[in-house]
């Protein structure tokens, strides 16, 4: 049972964890559901005062009208979504692929979105896709706008939110702490000597996440007395290797005397090593270099790249089997799987 605003919704039974419905907005409107349904898809037809009454229901519960037209409810449409940042960036896509393979195993299909790193963008492509009633979705961290989570919940989908962790899900979670991760850095740069840090960020909000935990941990360790020590350059994410490059130069401007960068991706840190080749800088004698995601190329750039390995295949197989699972009635388990992380060392640092 669900209560808004003294209007009781009671969910019948689905694959997922139950829906808004047509019928629970036109209860809490006050009309009928042929009435409602005319509101959504032709409300030229309908009086402005009932519009506005179906509109404000829709608002306040979060559905989505369900835009697979003459589908039944109780159907499985075989089909999940997954929703991206950036197709562009390789490190989503071992988890996509993985994700791919398993699903289809199971005889599902994947339907890939991306949303770009702005929550206007998600919440459309959300829309979108909870209109067509995928099987599941799988969702590329777990900073959505208010309204996505709304609709999210109120349309009874399994939902697996990836590559992050909190105490309050959605529904499902598989991911890690990307705080305890760069924390995890900064103790591996500490044991080398490195007592200069500087961080070369993308600016999306997983990243940021990971700079505090950075900052936090040097903080913690008496690298940096505060903050402000802590050389900190930020570029639009997705990130490229011209922004390392571009980035390194920043840093060396700004702090000349640093001795290691973390990146906040693994195409960062290639960019500061190829700058810092051009400039004759010595990688690691001079400046450590750490990045993040463990990309296929990173054990072979000049020097090998030290970064954090995720582990994109276990997130990907471990979110189709949450899906699938929920999809054919058989219970989940544990909701939240914290994959954790690895330092892999290597020459840069």
Not at 15 to 23: E, F, K, N, P, W
Not at 104 to 133: C, F, K, N, P, V
Not at 323 to 329: C, F, M, P, W
Request: one cysteine or more.
């Amino acid at each position: 049972m669900v209560t808004t605003t003294g209007f009781t919704v009671s969910r019948r039974p689905r694959r997922g964890a139950g829906g808004i419905t047509l019928g629970d907005v036109a209860r809490l409107a006050s009309v009928s559901p042929i009435t409602a349904s005319r509101a959504l898809n032709t409300p030229d037809q309908v009086a402005p005062e009932t519009l506005a009454r179906v509109r404000e229901a829709v608002a306040r519960t979060g559905y989505v009208p369900n835009r697979l037209a003459g589908g039944l409810a109780s159907a499985r449409s075989r089909l999940v979504a997954a929703v991206v940042p950036t197709i562009t960036g390789p490190v989503f896509m071992e988890m996509v692929q993985s994700l791919t393979t398993a699903l289809a195993d199971a005889g599902y299909q994947l339907m890939l979105g991306q949303s770009g790193y702005t929550e206007s963008r998600e919440d459309a492509l959300l829309e979108a896709i909870i209109g067509r009633r995928p099987d599941g979705i799988v969702l590329t961290g777990i900073m959505h706008s208010s309204e996505g989570r709304r609709r999210l919940l109120a349309s009874g989908i399994p939902v697996v939110e990836t590559w992050d962790l909190t105490p309050t899900p959605i529904d499902m979670l598989v991911g890690f702490s990307h705080a305890n991760a760069a924390a995890a850095v900064v103790r591996h740069l500490h044991a080398k000597g490195r007592r200069r840090l500087a961080l070369l960020s993308g600016d999306d909000e997983r990243a940021l996440r990971r700079n505090r935990g950075f900052v936090e941990e040097a903080l913690a360790l008496g690298v940096a007395h505060d903050a402000a020590q802590i050389a900190m350059h930020l570029v639009p994410a997705p990130t490229t290797l011209g922004a390392g490059r571009a980035g390194l130069a920043r840093l060396l401007e700004e702090a000349p005397d640093m001795d290691a960068v973390f990146c906040s991706s693994d195409l960062l840190a290639l960019g500061v090593l190829t700058e810092a080749a051009a400039r004759g800088i010595a990688v690691p004698r001079q400046i450590s270099v750490v990045g993040f995601g463990d990309l296929a190329f990173a054990g072979n750039t000049h020097p090998a790249l030290s970064t954090v390995r995720i582990d994109g295949t276990g997130i990907g197989q471990r979110a189709a089997r949450f899906i699938v699972d929920r999809a054919e009635g058989r219970p989940a388990g544990e909701k939240v799987v914290d994959v954790g992380f690895r330092i892999v060392e290597r020459a840069s640092s």
